[in-house]
């Protein structure tokens, strides 16, 4: 498994930004596919955002398209999500995770296909 560490979180206004940043360590980072997922208070794990393991390709949930980026650089064992014009229903802990499932990423959606989690991250919007 590979370890997680995401950073980033915090409070802004509707319409800001805020950049998440999740940390690997461990096993071979470029090996895995990453994703991020938010949880909502009294919601299930949602995925937002996944990304190959080279970093050439990503999906997102529609929700979200156009607004958030996720990226990696694997020469730091790091990958981001840049969120952009962000609303208040955004409000949620977002969690980055780490698959080594030989899927395509188009599929990888599933919390269940991600066996490694990092700690989760508080992102709060306010109107």
């Known amino acids: 498994q590979v370890q997680l560490v995401e950073s980033g979180g915090g409070l802004v206004q509707a319409g800001g930004s805020l950049r998440l940043s999740c940390a690997a360590s461990?096993?071979?980072?470029?090996?895995?596919?990453m994703g991020w997922f938010h949880q909502a208070p009294g919601k299930g794990r949602e995925f937002i955002a996944g990304i190959s393991r080279s970093g050439g390709t990503t999906t997102y949930v529609d929700s979200v398209k156009g607004r958030f980026t996720i990226s990696r650089d694997n020469a730091k064992n790091t990958v981001y999500l840049q969120m952009n014009s962000l609303k208040p229903e955004d409000t949620a802990v977002y969690y980055c995770a780490a698959s080594d499932r030989a899927i395509p990423l188009t599929i990888l959606t599933d919390w269940a296909d991600f066996g490694s989690w990092g700690q989760g991250t508080q992102v709060t919007v306010s109107s």
């Open positions: 461990g096993r071979i980072y470029s090996n895995y596919a």
